[in-house]
């Protein structure tokens, strides 16, 4: 078999191909154009943005998608905030059925050393705890603490007496996970972290439209431009969107322009050097514009 056999697999070492189809070890692939979202396109449902709008930090979706996305993580956190709460009345009332079987054993004990006679085991015969431990806690609290002990472990032991199959609450294996509190806020999950988001801060975007044409399959295909320097917005392009108007321009146009007269230049409104967005884009598939234009997996070849 010659050296450049196809599945030559003779060789002492991995050839390119044997390492692919293996699909171990680390990885890397470069993307291409058709993986990445386009400039123009919502990061939720990833088509062409119908009324856009972008959040404060430049990701660009559908005003009907970011609102659909809003309400549906408010229901969750109304749901999860319902959960945590009766979570915690049943830890309160647990808490306080413990108290009251405390309560109760030590008056039973004092019953006892009152209407008889007879030695009472002490209260300390039926803990754990050690001679020294049992001293450190002060005298007012000891048979309270004692008492609990006792509680606590009746409790336990009715439990695991009553194992049933049948009703949730006593199967052996019904042991309900801690909620925790969850973040109160609905979240942007477009960038590699996400970020509170706020309906009121969302911003309209204005794209000046270059050229409007129908596709053979009947699809409405727009085409956007800056409208200062008439250059067709692409995904290599650096787009910024004015805060307080919507309108789109190129970042060369924001450097040599926008950033003198701190105006827009369509409409003429006030816009602060902070008040100019980035548009967040994925890239073109060249490394040089984007810095998500390789996926890799990490991973360890031979162990
Ligand atoms: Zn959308
Ligand atoms: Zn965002
Ligand atoms: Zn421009
Ligand atoms: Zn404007």
């Known amino acids: 078999m010659s050296r450049h056999s196809k599945n030559n697999t003779a060789l002492g070492f991995f050839t390119y191909a044997e390492r692919q189809k293996l699909n171990y070890g680390t990885q890397k692939l470069r993307l291409g154009r058709e993986s990445l979202r386009d400039f123009d396109a919502c990061f939720l449902c990833l088509q062409k ?34 959960l945590y709460e009766l979570q915690q009345d049943e830890i309160k009332n647990e808490k306080i059925k413990k108290d009251q079987m405390a309560k109760d054993i030590l008056i039973k004990q004092f019953e006892k050393t009152q209407n008889s006679y007879l030695e009472v085991k002490p209260l300390k015969a039926h803990t754990d705890m050690k001679e020294s431990e049992i001293k450190d806690i002060p005298a007012s609290e000891r048979e309270k603490k004692i008492a609990l002990d006792i509680a606590e472990k009746q409790a336990n032991k009715s439990n695991s007496n ?38 009121k801060k969302l911003i309209p975007v204005n794209f000046s439209i270059a050229k409007e044409s129908l596709t053979s399959t009947g699809r409405k295909e727009v085409i956007y431009n800056c409208p200062c320097c008439v250059r067709t917005f692409t995904n290599g392009t650096r787009l910024i969107v004015l805060k307080n108007c919507g309108h789109v321009f190129c970042y060369d146009c924001k450097k040599k322009f926008l950033l003198k007269s701190q105006k827009c230049m369509l409409c003429e409104k006030k816009n602060k050097e902070k008040d100019m967005i980035e548009l967040e884009r994925e890239g073109t598939g060249f490394s040089s514009t984007t810095r998500v234009a390789e996926a890799k997996r990490a991973g360890i070849a031979f162990q």
């Open 162 to 199: 009553m194992n049933c199959f049948w009703i949730p609450d006593l199967t052996p294996e019904n042991n309900p996970e801690q909620i925790k509190k969850v973040e109160l806020h609905p979240q942007c999950y477009a960038g590699e972290k996400s970020h509170k988001i706020n309906i």
């Open 49 to 82: 943005a119908r009324s856009p709008v972008i959040c404060p930090k430049g990701h660009l979706m559908c005003k009907e998608c970011i609102y659909e996305s809003i309400l549906t993580q408010k229901k969750e956190i109304a749901r999860q905030t319902k």
